[in-house]
């Protein structure tokens, strides 16, 4: 499989806790996103990368969200301090100089 | 910033007739138009895009349209399966602005009712 890889695909935290995912994406691929998505909403840009370098961020990425891209390759999404709020899908994505983007299966966060 | 309206949000259709989403855009600038399909539980797969120097393209039943003086651009699914149900979203983006960023609509709920 050759796509975009996310996990874990499931996490079910305890409130206050941290949590980090891993995205994978498409090799050769230099961009890489991360957006949120809630039940019935369509997803939510939260930052991209660049190669290495994150260009953008959402005022959707508050203080507890940090996401680092350290080789160019993978990237992790790491949220402190997490919050019931905070329970969402997070989908990664990939292309290359933002044509055509592809999405991974999205990692599902459920914070009790 | 540029904002996506997606219409309707629930279509209901029986197999075989045609479903027809449409979507709206806000900035001008935004060249870019793709259409994702997604099953539950799932990330959005890619289905079909359109660029602005197109005004239509199709792809087996699959095709859509843009009118980028209205700023709009629709999804046409012709002969529909029980296996088309999904929520579809419509996205427009700029690639060489904002590192080519979605924005999505809201999706609409197709039920393809066999």
């Known amino acids: 499989d050759t796509g975009v890889s996310q996990n874990p695909r499931h996490k079910i935290t305890k409130r206050g806790q941290n949590v980090t995912f891993r995205c994978d994406p498409i090799s050769e691929h230099n961009r890489l996103y991360w957006y949120r998505q809630t039940l019935g909403q369509g997803p939510e840009f939260l930052t991209y990368?660049?190669?290495?370098?994150?260009?953008?961020k959402s005022r959707l990425l508050s203080d507890r969200f940090s996401a680092e891209r350290p080789k160019g390759s993978f990237s992790t999404l790491e949220i402190q301090r997490t919050e019931q709020g905070d329970s969402a899908m997070y989908l990664c994505?990939?292309?290359?100089?933002?044509?055509?983007?592809?999405f991974g299966e999205g990692s599902w966060l459920t914070v009790v | 910033g540029e904002n996506v309206e997606q219409h309707p949000s629930t279509l209901s259709v029986q197999e075989g007739d045609s479903a027809v989403i449409k979507c709206t855009y806000s900035?001008?600038?935004?060249?870019?138009f793709p259409w994702y399909k997604q099953e539950l539980g799932k990330g959005p797969q890619l289905i079909i895009d359109i660029r602005s120097n197109v005004g239509e393209k199709k792809d087996q039943r699959i095709a859509v349209t843009l009118n980028k003086t209205a700023k709009h651009f629709s999804l046409h699914i012709t002969e529909t399966q029980p296996e088309d149900s999904a929520v579809y979203f419509c996205a427009a983006s700029n690639p060489y602005n904002q590192g080519g960023k979605l924005i999505f609509g809201q999706g609409t709920e197709l039920s393809v009712k066999p």
């Open positions: 990368f660049q190669n290495e370098a994150q260009l953008e």
């Open positions: 900035d001008s600038a935004s060249n870019y």
């Open positions: 994505a990939s292309s290359v100089n933002g044509n055509t983007i592809y």
